[in-house]
T-cell receptor
């Protein structure tokens, strides 16, 4: 069963705590992405990785960290420095090489709520 | 500034009726334009992707158009069904500088409700 999985589906965190969101893909895609979705706003890019062991900041990287030690996995850590972390987080992946199409496939999302 | 604007923000139609959603963009350079469907609490799913040279693309009851000169796109839904109730997001793709993949610029979406 191919695709992108994210876990957990719902996550609750107390203020001051770091939490890590999981994203795994078995599509053999080189590139992976993390987005944040807030009500009334378009998805915003947090971090992206085009190959293993390399990642770049997106538009709203402050208060977040990532790692890309394996091609299949791209975990996102929401640190206590993120001032407004309550949001819906989406992971995506795409094949690299060939800028024209490069369709991004999205996971089911993780809803993070800070209590 | 790269922006994607969609209208209307929300729309209610009766089952079986047609509707058209609009998208205007100011993104450069342009790679392609996509329409995604997002069910509540789920990840977006791609409906169509169009490059600069494509004017129309269909996927079942969904037909997207692109006018690259005026930087406008529309998504037409024919014979709507209750399962069409979702948010429809227009996304314009632009190359990452020096990269081998694309950055996506997302619209805020049109929330469609299909009523029986």
């Amino acid at each position: 069963d191919g695709g992108i999985t994210q876990s957990p589906k719902y996550l609750f965190r107390k203020e001051g705590q770091n939490v890590t969101l999981s994203c795994e893909q078995n599509l053999n895609h080189d590139a992976m992405y993390w987005y944040r979705q807030d009500p009334g706003q378009g998805l915003r890019l947090i971090y992206y990785s085009q190959i293993v062991n390399d990642f770049q900041k997106g538009d709203i990287a402050e208060g977040y960290s990532v790692s890309r030690e394996k091609k299949e996995s791209f975990p996102l850590t929401v640190t206590s420095a993120q001032k407004n972390p309550t949001a819906f987080y989406l992971c995506a992946s795409s094949m690299s090489g060939g800028v024209s199409y490069n369709e991004q496939f999205f996971g089911p999302g993780t809803r993070l709520t800070v209590l | 500034k790269n922006q994607v604007e969609q209208s209307p923000q929300s729309l209610i139609i009766l089952e079986g009726k047609n509707c058209t959603l609009q998208c205007n963009y100011t993104v450069s350079p342009f790679s392609n334009l996509r329409w995604y469907k997002q069910d509540t609490g789920r990840g977006p799913v791609s409906l169509t992707i169009m490059t600069f040279s494509e004017n129309t693309k269909s996927n079942g009851r969904y037909t997207a158009t692109l006018d690259a000169d005026t930087k406008q796109s529309s998504l037409h839904i024919t014979a709507s069904q209750l399962s069409d109730s979702a948010s429809y997001i227009c996304v314009v793709s632009t190359p990452f500088y020096g990269g081998a993949t694309n950055k996506l610029i997302f619209g805020t979406g049109t929330l469609l409700a299909v009523q029986p």
